[in-house]
């Protein structure tokens, strides 16, 4: 069964520029979170989707935002970045089962630098 | 609100020497889920375990073991006989039942720095 991935895995942008992430949940997963991990605030909880729905969010700003389509892959946004933006962006995907989160995968993450 | 606080920011141990990491959370519900991630040098964040609040029974898996003390908000992990491969960083995390709406809003620890020298 394949993994979570994630592209790019690399990625170097400008200050003000915007970015798309890409992930593509294990298959039959259904609910798709991301994460952003920093040195300084360590790993963050920015949203979760399931079914094409976003169920939660983080303490983010609105620059952040995020979509899910029909077959479960998930895509995050971040508009006009910011250098504290530089950051490993990690997606994890689950079943999304309800009464209990169910294990999440994770990816091997975008690593997103801002100069 | 939740939070989860791992004290110890790096330990070093020399190969085959038991390593306990510790775990400390906090939460106002009385039903929630605690977790251990291992986040190897590549960077990918590998699950290791998933326990509810409802079941204190310790774990043990290979040299593996983890122990839930709700009277003490603990939930802390043992490696046995540790291995150079068991370099790594260790996260523990907490999702409480509800937070807006789902569940699977995990709260992390800042992390330990395992490091198995030869």
């Known amino acids: 069964k394949a993994g979570v991935t994630q592209t790019p895995r690399y990625l170097i942008k400008t200050r003000g520029q915007q970015v798309t992430l890409s992930c593509s949940p294990i298959s039959g997963h259904r609910s798709v979170s991301w994460y952003q991990q920093t040195p300084g605030q360590g790993l963050q909880f920015l949203f979760e989707y399931f079914s094409e729905t976003q169920r939660n969010k983080g303490n983010f700003p609105g620059r952040f935002s995020g979509r899910q389509f029909s077959n479960s892959r998930s895509e995050m946004n971040v508009s006009t970045l910011e250098l504290g933006d530089s950051a490993l962006y990690l997606c994890?995907?689950?079943?999304?089962?309800?009464?209990?989160?169910?294990?999440?995968?994770f990816g091997p993450g975008t690593r997103l630098t801002v100069t | 609100a939740q939070k989860v606080t791992q004290a110890q920011t790096e330990i070093s141990v020399v190969e085959k020497e038991d390593v306990t990491l510790d775990c400390v959370y906090e939460t106002r519900d009385t039903t929630y889920y605690l977790f251990w991630y291992k986040q190897p040098p590549s960077g990918e964040l590998v699950f290791l375990i998933r326990r509810n609040s409802f079941d204190e029974q310790n774990e043990i898996s290979g040299r593996y073991s983890w122990n839930f003390q709700k009277s003490t908000s603990s939930f802390n992990f043992t490696i046995t006989a540790s291995q150079v491969v068991d370099s790594a960083v260790y996260f523990c995390?907490?999702?409480?039942?509800?937070?807006?709406?789902?569940?699977?809003?995990?709260?992390f620890g800042k992390g330990t720095l395992l490091t198995v020298n030869p």
């Open positions: 995390a907490l999702s409480e039942a509800w937070s807006g709406g789902s569940n699977y809003k995990l709260t």
């Open positions: 994890a995907s689950s079943l999304g089962l309800a009464g209990g989160p169910d294990e999440q995968y």
